[in-house]
């Protein structure tokens, strides 16, 4: 599955949240915040995080912490190893 191809109502579904308006509109704002750290932290356009399908787990992840951490203040911010050398392993931004 390519990232392009991931939307709110199978979003809504990973994460088994309820399919309500406002879950929807939290699920847009946390995928377009997903897509861009991914974009951020390799250096990846659109067009090239598709070619990947690995990122498309990290995505998956992402979107999942963001939702069940929404409410939560969180004093120290990891990210999980596995999905960080995915990242790494798709770096083009070496700043």
Avoid: W
């Amino acid at each position: 599955m390519k990232i392009s191809e991931i939307n709110i109502e199978y979003l809504i579904s990973y994460c088994n949240a309820y399919d309500d308006e406002e879950t929807k509109k939290n699920m847009g704002i946390i995928l377009d915040a997903s897509k861009a750290f991914i974009k951020s932290s390799t250096g990846l356009d659109d067009v090239t995080i598709d070619t990947y399908e690995d990122l498309t787990l990290v995505l998956l992840a992402v979107v999942s912490d963001m939702y069940d951490n929404r409410t939560f203040t969180v004093e120290k911010v990891q990210i999980n190893p596995i999905y960080d050398s995915i990242l790494n392993m798709h770096r083009r931004n070496f700043l």
